[in-house]
């Protein structure tokens, strides 16, 4: 049966995967909100939808779809807006009868998990979050790799993740750490999720160098020693020899790259697949990887060391 969904941040950068992804699984977009009206990205979808500029107006049509409309309730919330209105958005959607499934990250912080998980009781509903590398085959294979192998194995691992964003990435909400929750966050959080699916809990975490654009540091997991680079300056690829690439994003596990560079825009048809079959992932699964970078905005950066990843001391030192 055909779903009812209203979307969060239909202006955002993330959102025409969702909305490619509401379509591909013979989904229905009733209505959309983004306080910015740059929104044409709708027509290509779902050109009926309901747009709304201001919260409250939205809040008032998805109430009144829910109360007075049979047929009409909106069975889903995608959540695309600003990630430190992800806690009020959700909360919003459950209110209203629907189902979340909300953008990385979550929330924020650890504890707000807990809360919304004491919502979901209260409201009979579902929290979904986007944990699109979990679904990617070659994540897939590789995890049935390690599950395999014994269990006092320790991995040799390297995340190299260079994303270049310009200079009004710095003006935007995305530049604003009490917004944004800073780059380990807003840029890193899926693949410090992928770590910990792969390789088990944090034992430690080391933070080496952190600023506007770059932070690096080590993260020691149960079952493998993990030192991690994320950028967002364009010069970086060009110290690396990358100048063929827009961006830089792979994971190295002992003799074994995996490139996440293509291929990593294609994967929430599949996410929003599993949510509607009731098997996509939750608060619970969410909770490791806001704790790590919720620590990592908390550590003072220690200096680089013999430990650091290769490309920071690289590019840092010169």
């Known amino acids: 049966m055909k779903k009812n969904f209203a979307i969060t941040?239909?202006?955002?950068?993330?959102?025409?995967?969702?909305?490619?992804?509401?379509?591909d699984t013979g989904?229905?977009?009733?209505?959309?909100?983004?306080?910015?009206?740059?929104?044409?990205?709708?027509?290509?979808?779902?050109?009926?939808?309901?747009?709304?500029?201001?919260?409250?107006?939205?809040?008032?049509?998805?109430?009144?779809?829910?109360?007075?409309?049979?047929?009409?309730q909106i069975d889903y919330v995608t959540i695309c807006s600003p990630n430190y209105l992800h806690d009020s958005h959700i909360r919003f959607a459950l209110r209203v009868g629907a189902h979340a499934i909300c953008e990385k990250p979550l929330v924020l912080n650890p504890w707000n998990c807990e809360s919304l998980i004491d919502d979901e009781k209260r409201f009979d509903r579902r929290i979904y979050t986007v944990l699109q590398l979990r679904v990617h085959p070659r994540v897939i294979e590789l995890r049935e790799k390690i599950l395999a192998a014994p269990k006092d194995k320790k991995w040799d691992v390297e995340l190299t993740y260079i994303t270049p964003r310009g200079k009004w990435y710095h003006f935007s909400w995305k530049g604003n750490a009490s917004e944004s929750g800073g780059l380990a966050t807003n840029i890193g959080i899926h693949f410090f999720d992928l770590l910990v699916w792969l390789f088990g809990p944090v034992k430690s975490s080391e933070l080496h160098h952190a600023d506007d654009v770059r932070c690096s540091g080590v993260l020691e997991l149960e079952r493998a020693r993990c030192p991690w680079f994320l950028s967002i300056s364009r010069d970086d690829l060009e110290t690396l020899k990358k100048q063929d690439g827009a961006t830089l994003r792979c994971l190295t596990i002992e003799d074994e790259t995996i490139d996440f560079s293509t291929g990593f825009a294609d994967l929430h048809t599949k996410v929003y697949e599993d949510v509607l079959s009731g098997k996509g992932y939750g608060v619970k699964d969410a909770q490791p990887s806001i704790?790590?970078?919720?620590?990592?905005?908390?550590?003072?950066?220690?200096?680089?060391?013999?430990?650091?990843?290769?490309?920071?001391k690289t590019i840092l030192r010169g």
């Open 9 to 23: 941040g239909v202006a955002g950068y993330i959102a025409p995967r969702h909305l490619k992804a509401i379509k």
């Open 27 to 72: 989904n229905d977009l009733v209505c959309a909100l983004d306080p910015h009206d740059s929104v044409g990205v709708i027509d290509s979808h779902f050109p009926d939808a309901s747009y709304f500029r201001e919260f409250e107006r939205f809040d008032r049509y998805v109430s009144k779809l829910a109360y007075e409309k049979a047929g009409m």
């Open 291 to 312: 704790q790590i970078v919720h620590d990592l905005r908390h550590l003072t950066p220690g200096g680089l060391c013999s430990e650091s990843h290769p490309a920071a």
